[in-house]
């Protein structure tokens, strides 16, 4: 069985830092990796998907890796603003292609 | 284009009491997804429509829940005999081909449910 794991639960640090969030997956059979953003109130918005034969993804400010031999994926903010404050989520879906959720980091960036 | 919306946004109801939630998948996305959100639980998968195949029902908690998808598209979530441990945000997501490798899932808002 699946189990997705994030760490930290919750990061706090002042604007301009680069971060890393990690997420770690029990079963190395994912097809492939998502993160997510979620805002207070509000549903889930996709950042990035990893597909199993790649190895990162980037995005702007964002760029995500993924290592199946580790079952590890990290998510990598440069130069963090205010406005990535969020609860950031990891989903990994394996081959009954239905998403295997961590339990999130809740970032605060401050100014 | 338009993403995928679900109603109402916020649902109160009394133990007991059936609900409907209803989910707009975007246009042209095969695969349509049900998760729901709990303090205790987290985000946790409920049921799976991919075209005209047999629903992927695994993760409905109990029979209380149920799920169907029209003409394709529009799907219903059906709680009946609400109880409070049901109490949560209830997020539809929809993808264009259901293929797990390559396709990126799409969230609506999600609907809040309060059980009183």
């Known amino acids: 069985k699946q189990e997705v794991t994030q760490i930290p639960a919750a990061l706090s640090v002042p604007e301009g830092e680069n971060l890393v969030l990690n997420c770690s997956f029990t079963d190395s059979a994912i097809y492939n990796l998502q993160w997510f953003r979620q805002d207070p109130g509000k549903g889930l918005t996709s950042l990035l998907l990893i597909q199993s034969s790649q190895r990162e993804q980037t995005s702007g400010r964002l760029n995500a890796s993924l290592d199946k031999s580790s079952g590890r994926s990290t998510l990598y903010i440069a130069a963090s603003q205010p406005g990535d404050s969020a609860t950031y989520l990891c989903g990994g879906v394996n081959n009954t292609d239905k998403l295997i959720f961590g339990t999130g980091t809740r970032l605060q960036v401050f100014p | 284009g338009a993403g995928v919306s679900q109603s109402p946004s916020n649902k109160v109801t009394e133990k007991g009491k059936d609900v409907e939630l209803r989910c707009d998948p975007i246009s042209g996305h095969t695969a349509l997804y049900w998760y729901r959100q709990s303090l205790g639980q987290g985000l946790e998968f409920l049921i799976y429509?991919?075209?005209?195949?047999?629903?992927?029902k695994s993760g409905l908690p109990s029979d209380r829940f149920s799920a169907e998808r029209t003409g394709g598209s529009v799907s219903t979530l059906t709680i009946q005999r609400t109880q409070q441990e049901d109490s949560a945000v209830y997020l539809c997501?929809?993808?264009?081909?259901?293929?797990?490798?390559?396709?990126?899932?799409?969230f609506g808002p999600g609907t809040r449910l309060t059980v009183l």
């Open positions: 429509f991919q075209g005209n195949s047999a629903p992927d």
């Open positions: 997501a929809s993808s264009l081909g259901g293929r797990g490798d390559t396709d990126t899932q799409y």
